[in-house]
Nanobody
Framework: QVQLVESGGGSVQAGGTLRLSCVGS????????VAWFRQAPGKEREGVAA????????FYANTVEGRFTVSQDNAKNTVYLQMNSLKPEDTAMYYC????????????????????WGQGTQVTVSS
C-alpha cells in the first residue's frame, strides 16, 4: 500500500482559502488515481475531487466544482487541493486516498475503490 500524509488544514472564515497537500511514499503516480474525500460528523464520507495521475484528468463533486481545484506535482509525489470561496458547509475532516489504475467519473467518489488512505486533516470554516 501507498503511504499518504495530508497537511494544510486549518480554521478560516467563510470566503477564505486553504490548500491541502497529500504526499505519497516513494512511487510514481503514473498509474494511480488520487482522490480527496471529506467527512463531517454524523455524515457519510464524500468524494469531492480526484485526479488521474497519468493524464491529469480531474473530477469534481457538484458541491465544490468551480471553487476547488485538484492538481499534482509528480516530482514531489504530491497532490494538492486548492480550496477557494470556502463555506461553513465545507467544514470536515479531509482525507486523500490512492489506488493503482484509472478512475472515472462514475467511480472516483466511491471510498471502497481506494486501498490507501491518509490520516486526515481538519478544515473548519466559520461564518
Amino acid at each position: 500500500q501507498v503511504q499518504l500524509v495530508e497537511s494544510g488544514g486549518g480554521s478560516v472564515q467563510a470566503g477564505g482559502t486553504l490548500r491541502l497537500s497529500c504526499v505519497g511514499s516513494v512511487y510514481t503516480y503514473s498509474t494511480r488515481c488520487v482522490a480527496w474525500f471529506r467527512q463531517a460528523p454524523g455524515k457519510e464520507r464524500e468524494g469531492v475531487a480526484a485526479i488521474r495521475s497519468g493524464d491529469g484528468v480531474t473530477f469534481y463533486a457538484n458541491t465544490v466544482e468551480g471553487r476547488f481545484t485538484v492538481s499534482q506535482d509528480n516530482a514531489k509525489n504530491t497532490v494538492y487541493l486548492q480550496m477557494n470561496s470556502l463555506k461553513p458547509e465545507d467544514t470536515a475532516m479531509y482525507y486523500c486516498a490512492a489506488e493503482v489504475g484509472y478512475c472515472y467519473s462514475w467511480d472516483y467518489a466511491k471510498p471502497t475503490k481506494y486501498p490507501s488512505w491518509g490520516q486526515g486533516t481538519q478544515v473548519t470554516v466559520s461564518s
